[in-house]
C-alpha cells in the first residue's frame, strides 16, 4: 500500500500550522509568546527582589501539574483533530468566502450601478481594507460566541471548551467540530460581505495586507497576546485600554467558574464589541482568584466521549425538550439571569 499521499497530508498541514508564519499557532508565535511571559515573570520577581533564573521561571509557566492534566492531554487531542482531520471532515459544509464577497459586489452593482475606480492609491485602499476585514472578523468572532453562550443548543458544544480546567495555548484548538463549522461560516458571512462592499467602494478588487493568508493585523496580536490568552499568566490591561483590548485576563476571566464572569468577554483581540454590548468585565490588576471549567464536573470530562460524542446527545435533548412542550434548556445563566429567574 502507498502511504506517500497521507504522509505527503500530514506534513503539509504541520507545515500549515507550525511553520507559516502568520498562522494561528505559529512556532514563531509560539516563541514570541513565551518571550513575553518570560519578560513579564522575570520583571514580577525583579521587583520583588528575587532571584530570577531561566530554569524557576520556566517551571512557573509549565507547572507539572498542568503539563500532565487529563485536561491539558485533551487540549493535545484537539489540536491533532483540528490540524489533521477538521478540514477532512468538515470542509465540505463551509461557505466560501470568495463567493459571498462576488455576491454583495454583484448585488451593489445591479442595485446601484456599475462600480467605479478609485483615485486613493493602493496602499491606502489597501489599508482601508485590511481594518475592515479585521473589525468585521472581530464582531464576527464577537456574534458567534455571544450565541454559543445564550443559546442553549450552541452551548452544549461551545461547552466543550470550557470544560477545560487549566489552560495552555492548546486550549484554543479544543473546540467541537460543530462549533468550528459554525463559527467558520458565521466569519465568512462577515468578512466576505465586507470584502464585497470594500471592491463595490473602491471599483475594483481591493486584497487586504497579510500573511500566511491570515490578516496582518490578526497575527499581530496572535504574537502580541493570542496565545497568553490561554494560559495562567496574570496579564491584565485595565482602565481604557481594558475597554478597547482583550488581555489574557479578560480571556482568563470568561474560562473562570464564577457565575459573575459568566458570558462575559466574549471577543477575540478587540474589547470593543463587548464594551459596545454590555458583556464586558475589565479585570483587575491585581491576579483574581479563579477556577476554570464548568459545572458540574462530569465523570467523561477530558475524554473522547464527553467532549466529542456526548455533546450531541445533549444538543438534541435540548431540542427534543423543546418539541416535548417541556420547559427549554437554559444556556449558560450569568449572575444576572440567576437572580432575575
Ligand atoms: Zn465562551
Ligand atoms: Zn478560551
Not at 489540536?79 to 482531520?85: D, I, Q, R, S
Not at 486550549?171 to 466576505?192: D, E, K, Q, S, W
Request: glycine share 8%; aromatic share 14%; with cysteine.
Amino acid at each position: 500500500m502507498d502511504f506517500s499521499p497521507g504522509i505527503a497530508y500530514f506534513l503539509g498541514q504541520l507545515d500549515k500550522a507550525l511553520l507559516a508564519p502568520g498562522s494561528h499557532i505559529s512556532l514563531a508565535s509560539l516563541a514570541v509568546a513565551l518571550s513575553i511571559g518570560l519578560t513579564v515573570l522575570a520583571a514580577r520577581r525583579y521587583r520583588k527582589g528575587r532571584r530570577i533564573r531561566l530554569k524557576l521561571l520556566l517551571r512557573a509557566l509549565f507547572p507539572k501539574t498542568i503539563m500532565s492534566s487529563r485536561s491539558n492531554l485533551a487540549d493535545i487531542g484537539y489540536f491533532y483533530f483540528n490540524v489533521f482531520a477538521f478540514g477532512l471532515v468538515c470542509g465540505w459544509a463551509l461557505l466560501s468566502y470568495a463567493m459571498l464577497s462576488h455576491g454583495v459586489t454583484d448585488l451593489l452593482t445591479a442595485m446601484l450601478g456599475p462600480r467605479r475606480p478609485t483615485s486613493l492609491p493602493p496602499f491606502v485602499t489597501r489599508s482601508i481594507i485590511t481594518v475592515v476585514l479585521f473589525l468585521a472578523y472581530e464582531l464576527g468572532y464577537w456574534l458567534n460566541h455571544y450565541l454559543s453562550h445564550r443559546i442553549a443548543f450552541l452551548w452544549e458544544f461551545h461547552k466543550v471548551h470550557h470544560s477545560a480546567t487549566v489552560l495552555t495555548p492548546l486550549t484554543n484548538f479544543r473546540v467541537h467540530p460543530v462549533y468550528m463549522c459554525i463559527f467558520l461560516n458565521i466569519i465568512a458571512v462577515f468578512t466576505g460581505a465586507a470584502n464585497g462592499f470594500g471592491d463595490y467602494a473602491f471599483g475594483q478588487a481591493t486584497h487586504e495586507y497579510g500573511l500566511s493568508e491570515n490578516n496582518i493585523i490578526l497575527v499581530f496580536f496572535i504574537y502580541l497576546y493570542v496565545h497568553l490568552q490561554h494560559s495562567q499568566l496574570w496579564i491584565s490591561f485595565t482602565g481604557w485600554l481594558g475597554h478597547l483590548f482583550m488581555s489574557p485576563a479578560h480571556h482568563q476571566i470568561h474560562h473562570s467558574r464564577n457565575p459573575a464572569h459568566f458570558n462575559k468577554n466574549l471577543g477575540s483581540c478587540l474589547a470593543v464589541w463587548d464594551w459596545m454590548f454590555g458583556t464586558l468585565y475589565v479585570p483587575s490588576a491585581e491576579p483574581e482568584k479563579l477556577d476554570f471549567g464548568v459545572e458540574p464536573d462530569r465523570e467523561t470530562a477530558h475524554t473522547i466521549w464527553g467532549e466529542f460524542v456526548a455533546p450531541f446527545g445533549r444538543a438534541a435533548q435540548v431540542i427534543s425538550r423543546r418539541f416535548d412542550g417541556r420547559s427549554p434548556q437554559p444556556a449558560r445563566l450569568s449572575a444576572l439571569d440567576r437572580s432575575e429567574a
